[in-house]
Structure formats: structure tokens, C-alpha cells
């Protein structure tokens, strides 16, 4: 019984984590599906937009009795139905790769809580069973290492508090 009880805390906390993960990743999936849903909205919207002006375009010539089913008339209406749709597909996609990224984030917040959660059971297993970093195995060297960026240039500082100030 005495072991479990130091345990209790670090599941609540692994389970605190890993919930905290699954509900950013539900979160991400959800705006990742309105980012998408509003990307299908905004293509539609070109496409309609792009029907109005081919509509009126359309008008147009025939106020002024064009023939537009051959020729410039018609090169330029098909030029105006291709910038439509490659406007609604730019916007689709622009949608889409902003989801993607969300979901992403989700995915990454996810993995991140199940990574924190383990180094807590692990680290608190250790601690309990008297292996981990506040047990008897710190590092009391005398001489320790300052600068971590370039090891070929060690600063050597002497731990002075095992043998009190000399000049004192």
C-alpha cells in the first residue's frame, strides 16, 4: 500500500494529460472540418459569382448583336468560365491546406500529451523507487562543465563549498 499511494498522483496527472490531448485534437478536427466546410462555400460562391458575370457578359453581346458562339465572343467567355473555376479551386485549396495544418497541430498536440504523460510515469517510477534525479545519484563533482555549446573549450569552475573559502 505504500508504494501505491505516491502512484495515484501520477496517474491523475499522465490522465490529465493525455485528456488534455484528446480534447485538443477533437478541437483541431473541428475547425479542420469548418475550415473545410467554409473553403467549399467560398468556391461555390466564385462559381456563382463567375455564372453573374458570364451571364452579363452574355447580355452584353446580344444587346449589341454579337454571335457568340464563335470567335472572340466565345474565347472570351471561356477564358471567364477557366479564371472562375481557377479562383474557386485557388480558394478551396487555400481552405484545405489551412485545415491540413490544424489538424496537424491537433496531432501534434495529441502525440505531445502522450509523450508528457509517459515522463511522468516514468520519471515518478523512478523518483518512488528511489532511482531518479532527486535520489542519492546527483552529480556532486567537484569540477563540472559551464559551457554546454562548445565542448573543446571546457570552463572548469571548482566546487568550493565542500572545502569552505580559503580566503575567509
Same mark, same amino acid.
Do not use: C, H, W
Given at each position: 500500500?505504500?508504494?501505491? /499511494?505516491?502512484?495515484?498522483?501520477?496517474?491523475?496527472?499522465?490522465?490529465?494529460?493525455?485528456?488534455?490531448?484528446?480534447?485538443? &485534437?477533437?478541437?483541431?478536427?473541428?475547425?479542420? &472540418?469548418?475550415?473545410?466546410?467554409?473553403?467549399?462555400?467560398?468556391?461555390?460562391? &466564385?462559381?456563382?459569382?463567375?455564372?453573374?458575370?458570364?451571364? %452579363?457578359?452574355?447580355?452584353?453581346? +446580344?444587346?449589341? @448583336?454579337?454571335?457568340?458562339?464563335?470567335?472572340?465572343?466565345?474565347?472570351?467567355?471561356?477564358?471567364?468560365? +477557366?479564371?472562375?473555376?481557377? /479562383?474557386?479551386?485557388?480558394? @478551396?485549396?487555400?481552405?484545405?491546406?489551412?485545415?491540413? %495544418?490544424?489538424?496537424?497541430? *491537433?496531432?501534434?498536440?495529441?502525440?505531445?500529451?502522450?509523450?508528457? %504523460?509517459?515522463?511522468?510515469?516514468? *520519471?515518478? *517510477?523512478?523518483?518512488?523507487?528511489?532511482?531518479? $534525479?532527486?535520489?542519492?545519484?546527483?552529480?556532486?563533482?567537484?569540477?563540472?562543465?559551464?559551457?554546454? *555549446?562548445?565542448?573543446? @573549450?571546457?570552463?572548469?569552475?571548482?566546487?568550493?563549498?565542500? $572545502?569552505?573559502?580559503?580566503?575567509?
Amino acid at each position: 500500500m505504500a508504494i501505491a /499511494a505516491p502512484l495515484i498522483p501520477l496517474l491523475l496527472s499522465a490522465a490529465t494529460s493525455i485528456v488534455g490531448g484528446v480534447m485538443a &485534437k477533437q478541437n483541431a478536427d473541428a475547425d479542420a &472540418k469548418t475550415q473545410r466546410r467554409i473553403g467549399a462555400v467560398e468556391a461555390e460562391d &466564385k462559381r456563382r459569382e463567375t455564372r453573374r458575370l458570364l451571364a %452579363a457578359q452574355e447580355a452584353q453581346y +446580344a444587346a449589341n @448583336k454579337v454571335v457568340t458562339d464563335i470567335g472572340s465572343p466565345l474565347d472570351v467567355a471561356g477564358d471567364t468560365v +477557366a479564371e472562375g473555376e481557377l /479562383a474557386a479551386l485557388r480558394l @478551396k485549396f487555400a481552405r484545405d491546406s489551412m485545415s491540413d %495544418a490544424i489538424q496537424r497541430r *491537433g496531432d501534434e498536440a495529441l502525440l505531445s500529451s502522450i509523450f508528457e %504523460a509517459t515522463g511522468t510515469l516514468l *520519471g515518478g *517510477g523512478l523518483d518512488i523507487a528511489g532511482l531518479g $534525479s532527486t535520489g542519492s545519484r546527483r552529480n556532486t563533482s567537484p569540477i563540472s562543465l559551464i559551457n554546454f *555549446g562548445d565542448i573543446r @573549450k571546457p570552463d572548469f569552475t571548482i566546487n568550493t563549498a565542500f $572545502s569552505g573559502n580559503p580566503f575567509g
